[in-house]
C-alpha cells in the first residue's frame, strides 16, 4: 500500500485556494515525484489523467499495475509544447495533422504520429510503431508538464473499466494507497476524453470521439475527407488507440441503453422492464436528462445534464454513473441522447459502459 500524497491548489495554480506559492510549490513537489519514477494524477480539461514520465517503462509500468489496464491497451503522451515533439515523434506530422494542431492545441485532440525508436518506453506504444500526443488545455496540468521537463503519458486516473474520473475525489476512490500522489485542480470542463485522429491513405480517420467533435474536425479542414468507424467497430489485436478494444466507463451495475425517437414510449417500456428488475430483487436505477427526469421511476433516476445544452451532458456523464455506484444500484437503464456533435462522445461512452447492450423502443 501507498502513501497517496494530496496536492489541493484552484484550477488557475493559485488565484483560488491558496497563494500562488503554495500553488507553485504543490506542483514542483508533483513533478518531483514524476521524475523520480512515480505516478501523479493530475486534472486535464477532458478528465483526471495518471501520469508517468514516458521516457520510464518503470515508471510506465506504475500506471499499468495501479489501473489494472491491459498492457495491450496504448497511452497517449501529454506535453506542454509541441518541440517537445522532436525528441520522440519520427519525422514531421503530415501538413493536415499539422493544421488541426494548429487549430485545437491546446486542447482535446490527440494525434497519432510515427515513434522515433527506442524515444519513449515500448510500454507506452504497446508494441505500436506509432504513439498518440496532445497538449492538454489546462492550466495546472500545463504547469506540472514544464515542470516535470518530460512527455508524460497519462491514461485517465481510474481503475480500468470504470467511469473516467472529472474529481480528485473519484481519482482518490478507485488509486488511493495505489499511487504516489494526485494535484486536486476542482472539475474537469470537457468531461469526455481527447478525441483520437490519426492521418492515412488521405484522410483523417476518427479512432475514438472525445473534446473535439466531427463537425469541428471538418470545418477545420473542410478539403481533407474526415471519416468515421462504425459505431460498433471493435478491433481485433492491439489497438491504435486508448478506447478501442475493451469495456469502459462501466459502473458496477449492469446496464443497457434505451433508444427511442418518442420519450414517452421509451420511458414507459422502461417502466414495464424496472418494475421486472424490481421483482426479481434488483436495485434499479435510470440515466436521464433534466428534461425528462420526471418521466422516469426508479431506485435512483439520475440526471447527466440538459439535451438542450450537450456539453453539460458530456461534463456530467462520469460523475453521473459513478452516482449509481453510491446508490447500490445493480440494474441500469441509460437513456440515448443524439449522436451528433458531443453527443456522439457521449454514446460512444455509453455504449461501451453497457458492453454495447441496446434497446430500441
Known sequence: MTTTKLWKI???????????????KAIAEAAGLLVQGETVAFPTETVYG???DATNS???????RAK???????????????SQMDAFAEGTPAEPLRRLMDVFWPGPLTVIVPVRAGAVSPLVTAGLSTVGVRIPDHPVALALLRAAGCPVAAP??????????????HVADDLGGRIGGI????????????????WASGAIYILRPGGVTAEQLREALPDVPVREPARTEEPAGTPRAPGMKYAHYAPKGSMRVVLGDDPKAVAEWMRRDLDAAKA??????????????????????VSSGRLAEPETIARGLYAALRQFDREGATYILAEGCPDTGIGRAVMNRLLK????EVIRV
Open 10 to 24: 484552484h484550477d488557475e495554480a493559485g488565484t483560488g485556494t491558496g497563494t500562488r506559492e503554495t500553488a507553485d
Open 50 to 52: 495518471l501520469g508517468a
Open 58 to 64: 518503470a515508471a510506465v509500468e506504475g500506471i499499468y
Open 68 to 82: 489494472g489496464r491491459p498492457s495491450d491497451n496504448p497511452l497517449i503522451v501529454h506535453i506542454a509544447d509541441r
Open 156 to 169: 485517465s486516473a481510474n481503475s480500468s473499466g470504470r467511469p473516467s474520473p472529472t474529481m480528485a475525489e
Open 183 to 198: 494535484v486536486d485542480g476542482g472539475p474537469t470542463g470537457v468531461g469526455v476524453e481527447s478525441t483520437v485522429v490519426e
Open 280 to 301: 426479481r430483487g434488483e436495485r434499479t436505477g435510470v440515466l436521464t436528462y433534466d428534461e425528462r427526469r420526471g418521466l422516469h421511476h426508479a431506485d435512483a433516476v
Open 353 to 356: 459502459a453497457a458492453g454495447q
